[in-house]
């Protein structure tokens, strides 16, 4: 939504178990074979070459105790040697291939879970908010891939390191394994201890920053109207709350994984210890030599390195991992079955129809007050209507259930006799095609931008558009016209050209009736001007909706209906409700002085 409503209880999107985001991983592993293997052997053969070193070293050991020649001497350190730069090249290979084969998944998922996203029914995304879904698609993203590149290569290498260590270990001596062996129980309790604990709070924590998120879009979305009826400080208090919500579970988080490197350092204690004592005791038996007892501690080293490092990294591995339960969720959100852009959608260009709202009340799941009362409206064919009110008042959420995005729980939503409640995602696309002022410019050529909404439009009728909504002299001046990357890597485009390219979408679709939400609130106030021309144009011969955050736009539409506590309470012209001298007036005042 693009107001904040605190009375109204938002769902999230679904998170994956632990065992469903392992599933997926190796599912998608069995796709890359031959990657998948090279990073296992790679992995593999630079744990024990890192290993070998230690139990030559143990060899050179015993050979000075029984007086070998220099020879023998000067060959096993010639095998350390070699053992070690071959042992550094297999880990940095294992390394990129772990990076290599983490980036493919992460491809995989960030596309798979766009995709959800883009099939997923309209409501869905407004009942969830969209602070959830920018923070799946954005923070969770930038976190598993920071995973990818740090925690979990160390991870996996480390895992391999501990399991070629520990047998080494049993190969010197059985009893110089069980030495080592004995810190184990003391890692697993504090792994026991820590993993239950800290997957939710990281969950906990992930959820914070996708509400902060929330709370920091909805205030920015309607910055003019919290202005006009000075509600600063009130938006400021939501963020600050969510943010120190954030910050405390920070803390938290920081203070938890403390303890659990108390408790790493006590299983580091332990290890070490029943190794000297038992070695010591074993050379006093005489059942074991110098170099076997000398290499244990170095091999428990080797074992104490990488357990150290996993227990260091695993604050980083568990938040991919949740990260990755969240992601994988998304995927398995129920999708629509026709995405935006089908070819069937708005591509006949019917006449425009009138919009008829009778009776509509509207209440949020979870809440038990409506958000919306009683609402009657009536938009003429090929007329204009603007919604006004202080944020908050259900502005956008009636924009939305006109567009076709929820089912009101009384009521009805019309477009000319066809009731929108018996429509599915893509019927109402094909009737309605609302713009928000969350516009995107996705990475590749412009023409495949614009196609989105129109797939088999040609170039002529791609620059007709263009030209309608006034970018065609900028879209002319790219260096290769309408095949100029964009987005990503591509034509940098400013506020303004990217709203014009969502407007020339909007012509594109050829839907007969049009809802604007804050369509022009992101440019400043020149673009804004442009951009409300360009709006006019694209909307001429339509029935149209704008949820006007700028006075000046309501000003152009034929009617304006203004709604409070989710109730309309004064309809009628510009000049009309200003002589009116009520709430839209003290609005109008409030705008004008503002301005």
């Not at 009110?389 to 009636?398: M, P, S, V």
């Amino acid at each position: 939504m693009s107001t904040i409503d605190t009375r109204v209880a938002r769902r999230t999107l679904r998170t994956a178990t632990g065992r469903e985001a392992t599933r997926w991983v190796v599912a998608h592993c069995r796709e890359a074979p031959w990657l998948s293997t090279a990073t296992v052997l790679t992995t593999v053969a630079g744990a024990a070459l890192q290993v070998l070193p230690v139990l030559l070293l143990g060899k050179v050991v015993d050979g000075v105790v029984e007086g070998e020649s220099r020879s023998v001497l000067v060959t096993i350190g010639v095998l350390v040697a070699a053992a070690a730069l071959l042992g550094g090249a297999a880990t940095a290979a294992s390394t990129y291939l772990i990076g290599r084969l983490g980036a493919e998944l992460l491809a995989r998922l960030r596309e798979g879970a766009v995709r959800a996203v883009l099939g997923m029914p309209s409501a869905r995304i407004e009942q969830v908010g969209r602070g959830d879904v920018l923070s799946r698609a954005g923070d969770d993203v930038a976190v598993i891939s920071k995973g990818i590149r740090t925690a979990i290569p160390t991870v996996f290498s480390a895992g391999v390191l501990v399991t070629i260590a520990t047998a080494a270990m049993f190969g010197l001596d059985w009893r110089l394994g069980l030495a080592g062996a004995g810190a184990l129980p003391a890692y697993a309790l504090a792994l026991r201890w820590y993993l239950p604990r800290s997957a939710p709070l990281y969950r906990k924590q992930r959820a914070a920053q996708a509400d902060r998120a929330q709370a920091l879009i909805s205030g920015l979305d309607g910055i003019d109207t919290v202005r006009a009826y000075r509600l600063e400080g009130v938006f400021r208090e939501k963020v600050t709350e969510e943010s120190r919500r954030v910050r405390d579970l920070g803390i938290e988080v920081f203070r938890f994984f403390g303890r659990f490197v108390g408790r790493e350092n006590r299983a580091e204690f332990i290890g070490l210890v029943l190794i000297i004592v038992v070695g010591y005791a074993l050379i006093e038996a005489g059942a074991a030599s110098l170099g076997e007892v000398s290499a244990a501690p170095l091999l428990f080293h080797r074992l104490f390195t990488p357990l150290g490092l996993i227990m260091f990294t695993f604050d980083e591995a568990q938040k991919s991992g949740a990260s990755l339960t969240r992601l994988v969720g998304v995927l398995g959100e129920a999708a629509d079955e026709r995405l935006v852009g089908d070819p069937a959608v708005g591509s006949t260009g019917p006449a425009p129809l009138p919009v008829t709202v009778e009776g509509l009340t509207f209440v949020y799941p979870g809440s038990e007050e409506p958000v919306l009362r009683d609402i009657d409206l009536t938009i003429p064919a090929g007329g204009s209507l603007a919604l006004v009110g202080a944020t908050g008042a259900g502005k956008t959420t009636l924009a939305a259930l006109i567009a076709g995005i929820g089912t009101p729980q009384s009521g009805s939503v019309r477009v000319g006799t066809t009731d929108l409640a018996g429509l599915d995602g893509a019927g109402a696309r094909a009737m309605v095609s609302i713009l928000t002022q969350e516009t995107y410019v996705f990475s590749g050529p412009l023409a495949d931008d614009l196609r989105l909404a129109a797939p088999q439009a040609t170039d002529a009728e791609l620059l007709d558009a263009l030209r309608t909504v006034g970018a065609h002299a900028w879209v002319e001046e790219l260096p290769e016209g309408l095949n100029t990357p964009v987005g990503e890597g591509g034509e940098r485009l400013d506020v303004t050209k990217v709203a014009q390219i969502a407007l020339a979408r909007l012509v594109l679709g050829r839907a007969p009736v049009v809802v604007l939400d804050e369509s022009t609130a992101e440019a400043g106030s020149e673009g804004a001007a442009e951009l409300e021309r360009a709006v006019l144009a694209a909307c001429a011969g339509r029935t149209t909706l704008f949820v006007a955050h700028r006075l000046t736009q309501a000003m152009a539409a034929d009617r304006i209906a203004v709604l409070d506590a989710g109730r309309i309470v004064e309809q009628g012209t510009h000049d009309e409700l200003v002589a009116l001298g009520g709430r839209y007036a003290r609005l109008w005042q409030a705008w004008r002085e503002g301005s």
